[in-house]
């Protein structure tokens, strides 16, 4: 039975995730269509996910820089399959200052174009390479349906832009950034496990000569792309005219890359952990870990169980991210609750009782009720705390490991691949073309999220075509 307020995940999953946002108190709909007011509690996640992209992205030998908002909408004519692939979602300011502009602007919806031009600028010898530089920005998408966090027309997220002296620099740059950073935070952080691989011709990002993702199986099996890294070759190079001069007086094109993830991650979590009660978090993307309730009646209660509880938490600060909760015009339930909702991992409880017997009670958050409660020791409280959130870490990872095995399916033909790919995530041979993903993705709405990086050693027969391939895909219905 769910918490009042949140539907459940079997009667309707959509409406589900948006009680979910709601009654965690993550983000709200703001005056502007597709636009949200990402709250306090919503933005605090963003904070540690945003954080450990970052640490990473750093460890990797890149800067953070920051590039306009505004672009000239010339420099997204200048690589032509890019400006296709965006045109429907480019949203342009033709008017400021009381005037019509001579140029429109468009609202960045990705900035390829602008840095671009600009390291065109910065790059003149092969000494200046290569050129490793992040921004953390926010961008805009004229998206015609969305929903908080997962597709809104202006969203947060990092956007990574590198120029290298050769191709093999390029490539090695975009597979790091995708098994280095994202899939390792994905995974190890926010506890999500992940196929990676490249995307086909038709779902590569436009203007890149390869994609490569991380993709995320949510509790419904449909797929939730999590990340993506672009070898973007020599195209826009040579659009905005990226040149340096060799160690040997030639005059050569750079070769470039872009990636990045957003706060559409913060979707990912909801979908991949939560349940009927509320948010689940993982410890280490969780605001608050700790939540200690004190529990008491009368002013002497109050005093005796404060004082207890100043004495447990005395050596929490930069241990654990813990608040305590002495809010006295609320009652226990009415406290519990709002934690569980909010996806707090771990809730210490202490009362006179427990004063008596030297104990509190430690609740765990992916396991509601009596089942993820239990009594200890006081004096080990610290110590236990500890190793429950590195329990609950594993756990999260393990439940949703077990879960995208479970969901992950193999077909030997279109009909059986029809019935598979309702329930997950569907692995099948696959030499079909791009017509081929069409046809399959009118039909049943699926398409190729990855050819993975374990590609068979042996042929068989595709799915769709019948025809002998060595070539693995993996399909699935996607956010």
Same mark, same amino acid.
């Given at each position: 039975?769910?918490?009042?307020?949140?539907?459940?995940?079997?009667?309707?999953?959509?409406?589900?995730?948006?009680?979910?946002?709601?009654?965690?108190?993550?983000?709200?709909?703001?005056?502007?269509?597709?636009?949200?007011?990402?709250?306090?509690?919503?933005?605090?996640?963003?904070?540690?996910?945003?954080? &450990?992209?970052?640490?990473?992205?750093?460890?990797?030998?890149?800067?953070?820089?920051?590039?306009?908002?505004?672009?000239?909408? =010339?420099?997204?004519?200048?690589? +032509?399959?890019?400006?296709?692939?965006?045109?429907?979602?480019? @949203?342009?300011?033709?008017?400021?200052?009381?005037?019509?502009?001579?140029?429109?602007?468009?609202?960045?919806?990705?900035?390829?174009?602008?840095?671009?031009?600009?390291?065109?600028?910065?790059?003149?010898?092969?000494?200046?390479?290569?050129?490793?530089?992040?921004?953390?920005?926010?961008?805009?998408?004229?998206?015609?349906?969305?929903?908080?966090?997962?597709?809104? &027309?202006?969203?947060?997220?990092?956007?990574?832009?590198?120029?290298? &002296?050769?191709?093999?620099?390029?490539?090695?740059?975009?597979?790091?950034? /995708?098994?280095? #950073?994202?899939?390792?935070?994905?995974?190890?952080?926010?506890?999500?496990?992940?196929?990676?691989?490249?995307?086909?011709?038709?779902?590569?990002?436009?203007?890149?000569?390869?994609?490569?993702?991380?993709?995320?199986?949510?509790?419904?099996?449909?797929? /939730?792309?999590?990340?993506? =890294?672009?070898?973007?070759?020599?195209?826009?190079?040579?659009?905005?005219?990226?040149?340096?001069?060799?160690?040997?007086?030639?005059?050569?094109?750079?070769?470039?890359? =872009?990636?990045? +993830?957003?706060?559409?991650?913060?979707?990912?979590?909801?979908?991949?952990?939560?349940?009927?009660?509320?948010?689940?978090?993982?410890?280490?993307?969780?605001?608050?870990?700790?939540?200690?309730?004190?529990?008491?009646?009368?002013?002497?209660?109050?005093?005796?169980?404060?004082?207890?509880?100043?004495?447990?938490?005395?050596?929490?600060?930069?241990?654990?991210?813990?608040?305590?909760?002495?809010?006295?015009?609320? =009652?226990?339930?009415?406290?519990?609750?709002?934690?569980?909702?909010?996806?707090?991992?771990?809730? #210490?409880?202490?009362?006179?009782?427990?004063?008596?017997?030297?104990?509190?009670?430690?609740?765990?958050?992916?396991?509601?009720?009596?089942?993820?409660?239990?009594?200890?020791?006081?004096?080990?409280?610290?110590?236990?705390?500890?190793?429950?959130?590195?329990?609950?870490?594993? @756990?999260?990872?393990?439940?949703?490991? @077990?879960?995208?095995?479970?969901?992950?399916?193999?077909? &030997?033909?279109?009909?059986?691949?029809?019935?598979?790919?309702?329930?997950?995530?569907?692995? #099948?041979?696959?030499?079909?073309?791009?017509?081929?993903?069409?046809?399959?993705?009118?039909?049943?709405?699926?398409?190729?999220?990855?050819?993975?990086?374990?590609?068979?050693?042996?042929?068989?027969?595709?799915?769709?075509?019948?025809?002998?391939?060595?070539?693995?895909?993996?399909?699935?219905?996607?956010?």
């Amino acid at each position: 039975m769910a918490k009042a307020g949140i539907t459940t995940r079997d009667k309707d999953y959509s409406q589900w995730y948006l009680d979910i946002v709601d009654q965690a108190d993550l983000a709200e709909n703001s005056g502007v269509r597709g636009c949200m007011v990402i709250k306090p509690h919503g933005y605090a996640i963003w904070e540690l996910i945003r954080d &450990a992209l970052d640490q990473r992205i750093k460890e990797t030998g890149h800067v953070n820089a920051y590039f306009p908002l505004l672009i000239p909408k =010339s420099y997204l004519m200048k690589e +032509a399959e890019h400006i296709e692939g965006f045109a429907p979602e480019v @949203a342009e300011v033709t008017r400021a200052g009381g005037e019509e502009l001579a140029e429109p602007l468009v609202i960045r919806p990705t900035s390829e174009t602008i840095i671009g031009a600009t390291y065109a600028k910065w790059i003149r010898s092969w000494r200046d390479l290569p050129v490793l530089i992040n921004q953390w920005a926010n961008v805009m998408r004229w998206e015609m349906r969305t929903r908080p966090f997962l597709r809104t &027309a202006e969203f947060l997220w990092q956007e990574g832009h590198t120029a290298h &002296a050769t191709e093999e620099e390029a490539e090695q740059e975009t597979l790091k950034i /995708l098994h280095d #950073v994202y899939a390792d935070v994905v995974e190890n952080v926010m506890a999500i496990p992940v196929y990676r691989g490249l995307k086909t011709e038709r779902e590569r990002f436009a203007g890149a000569v390869r994609t490569y993702s991380i993709e995320a199986m949510m509790q419904d099996g449909k797929a /939730l792309q999590a990340g993506t =890294s672009h070898n973007l070759g020599q195209n826009f190079a040579h659009s905005f005219e990226i040149k340096y001069q060799t160690s040997d007086n030639r005059e050569e094109y750079c070769w470039t890359t =872009s990636w990045g +993830a957003s706060t559409r991650l913060i979707g990912a979590l909801i979908m991949a952990h939560s349940d009927d009660d509320g948010l689940v978090l993982p410890p280490k993307v969780a605001p608050l870990q700790v939540v200690l309730v004190p529990i008491f009646k009368t002013d002497e209660e109050r005093s005796m169980v404060l004082e207890a509880v100043a004495r447990l938490t005395a050596g929490w600060k930069g241990r654990f991210r813990f608040k305590i909760d002495d809010r006295d015009n609320l =009652s226990m339930g009415f406290k519990a609750n709002e934690w569980e909702v909010k996806g707090v991992p771990v809730r #210490v409880e202490i009362g006179p009782k427990d004063l008596q017997k030297g104990t509190v009670a430690v609740s765990r958050r992916d396991r509601p009720g009596r089942e993820g409660k239990t009594f200890i020791e006081q004096a080990g409280l610290d110590e236990h705390i500890e190793g429950l959130l590195d329990e609950m870490q594993q @756990a999260l990872y393990d439940r949703a490991l @077990a879960f995208q095995r479970v969901h992950t399916f193999e077909a &030997a033909d279109y009909d059986e691949f029809k019935q598979k790919v309702e329930q997950g995530f569907v692995r #099948v041979y696959f030499d079909g073309n791009g017509d081929d993903e069409d046809r399959i993705k009118a039909e049943t709405k699926a398409t190729v999220r990855v050819l993975p990086f374990d590609q068979a050693e042996e042929a068989g027969r595709c799915f769709f075509t019948g025809r002998q391939t060595q070539r693995i895909a993996i399909f699935a219905r996607s956010y």
